[in-house]
């Protein structure tokens, strides 16, 4: 069945850029009826949609975090990344990946196991 | 952004209880509303999609309802597995947000 795994640094500096990977496996990061997401989760902001990715490259950012966040796709690798510039200890955060389906009606239904980022000197 | 507003925060009862969880939607959002279960340290598990359409694998003691603003999560006869978190969350605005959660306890 499908499965998403991050990676990437547990621990990134202040202003550097947090960079993370997640892997697509036991079915195509091409498929037409996927969206590709990443989530985080903090104390103190809960569960926070960072933004999502097709396939063909459309991005979808949260206007919030719109001018530090990158989310790119490799098809040939079944990844897609996560970058957040100039990090701030507000981005400490556990970050998910996550598939969204294309139909709207489904919420977010298969979630990597998270990986913990800490920024911090 | 479209604010969804749960409650309670927190919530205790015992095996066996019946419970219900509320979600507000700061604006319709007809039915794009999905809840979830979290355990500590584990991610979110997709429970109900579409307000009230379970998931498959879903225990049928879990049902969901209301479309609009307002949507409950219901649980019957609890089991010890269901103490967890339960987050709501809407797909229907541009800004995918979540609920802030609703910790249930054992009494």
């Known amino acids: 069945q499908l499965q998403l795994q991050e990676s990437g640094p547990g621990l990134v500096k202040p202003s550097e850029t947090l960079s993370l990977t997640c892997t697509v496996s036991?079915?195509?990061?091409?498929?037409?009826?996927?969206?590709w997401g990443w989530i985080r989760q903090s104390p103190g902001k809960g569960l926070e949609w960072i933004g999502s990715?097709?396939?063909?490259?459309?991005?979808y950012y949260n206007p919030a975090l719109k001018s530090r966040v990158t989310i790119s796709v490799d098809t040939s690798q079944s990844q897609f990344s996560l970058k957040v510039s100039s990090v701030t200890a507000a981005d400490t955060a556990v970050y998910y990946c996550?598939?969204?389906?294309?139909?709207?009606?489904?919420?977010?239904?298969?979630w990597g196991q998270g990986t913990t980022v800490t920024v911090s000197s | 952004d479209i604010q969804m507003t749960q409650s309670p925060s927190s919530l205790s009862a015992s095996v066996g209880d019946r419970v219900t969880i509320t979600c507000r939607a700061s604006?319709?959002?007809?039915?794009?509303l999905h809840w979830y279960q979290q355990r500590p340290g584990k991610a979110p598990k997709l429970l109900i999609s579409a307000a009230s359409s379970l998931q498959s694998g879903v225990p049928s003691r879990f049902s969901g309802s209301g479309s609009g603003t307002y949507f409950t999560l219901t649980i019957i006869s609890l089991q010890p597995e269901d103490f967890a978190t339960y987050y709501c969350?809407?797909?229907?605005?541009?800004?995918?947000?979540f609920g802030q959660g609703t910790k249930l306890e054992i009494k």
């Open positions: 990715i097709y396939y063909a490259g459309a991005t």
């Open positions: 969350q809407q797909s229907y605005g541009s800004v995918y947000t």
């Open positions: 036991g079915g195509s990061i091409s498929s037409s009826s996927s969206y």
């Open positions: 604006q319709s959002i007809s039915n794009f």
């Open positions: 996550a598939r969204i389906p294309h139909d709207y009606s489904i919420g977010m239904d298969v």
